[in-house]
C-alpha cells in the first residue's frame, strides 16, 4: 500500500499536481490542511490515476470557508493515525500535546501539517510527522517537501520525505 501525505498547499497546486502524477499510482492521499478550497480539484486529479483512490483531508487554519473535519482517526493498514492540521495543538512550540492526544485515541502514528516544515520523528511510541508544505517551505533551503509512506508485505510502515 502506498499512501501520498501533503500539507499546506494554500490553492497553489502546481507542484502537488506534479507530485501527483510522479508519484501515481497510490492507494491513498492525505491532505493535512490548508488546501484553501482546491479540495474537489485535488480529489479529482487523485482518482483520475486510481479510481479506488482513497483521500482524507482535513481543515487546516487557513480553510475558512471549507467543510472538511478538524480532525480524523482513520486505519492505514494494521496502524491507527490521527490526523489534524496541528494549530490547535501548539505544534509549532513542541510536539508533547499532539503526542498525549494520539496516544489518548490509540494511534500510533500522529501526522500534522500547519510548521511547513517536514518532520519524521518518534515521540512515547507515536511515530510523528509532517510532509512540509508544496507550496511555501519553511526549513532550512525551503525546498518543496511531502512525503510517502508505503506499508510492505509484513504490513510494516516505512517513510521517506522528498523534495521537489
Given amino acids: 500500500m502506498k499512501i501520498l501525505i501533503v500539507s ?20 491513498m492521499l492525505i491532505h ?30 487557513n480553510d475558512f470557508f471549507s467543510s472538511l473535519e478538524r480532525e480524523k482517526e482513520i486505519s492505514i493498514g494494521n496502524y491507527k493515525a490521527f490526523l489534524c492540521h496541528g494549530h490547535f495543538y501548539s505544534v509549532s512550540v513542541g510536539y508533547e500535546r499532539l503526542v498525549d492526544e494520539a496516544r489518548d485515541r490509540g494511534a500510533q502514528i500522529a501526522m500534522f501539517g500547519h510548521t511547513h516544515k517536514p518532520c519524521l520523528d518518534m515521540r512515547k511510541g507515536i511515530t510523528v510527522l509532517n510532509p512540509g508544505s508544496l507550496s511555501f517551505p519553511r526549513q532550512d533551503g525551503r525546498r518543496p517537501s511531502y512525503m510517502l509512506m508505503e506499508i510492505d508485505r509484513e504490513g510494516e510502515a516505512h517513510y521517506t520525505v522528498n523534495y521537489l
Fill in 8 to 27: 499546506d498547499t494554500h490553492r497553489r497546486d502546481g507542484n502537488l499536481q506534479e507530485v501527483i502524477e510522479r508519484t501515481a499510482p497510490f492507494d
Fill in 32 to 61: 493535512l490542511g490548508d488546501a484553501e478550497g482546491s479540495e474537489d480539484r485535488i480529489a479529482a486529479w487523485c482518482r483520475e490515476q486510481n479510481a479506488d483512490c482513497e483521500v482524507h483531508m482535513i481543515l487546516g487554519n
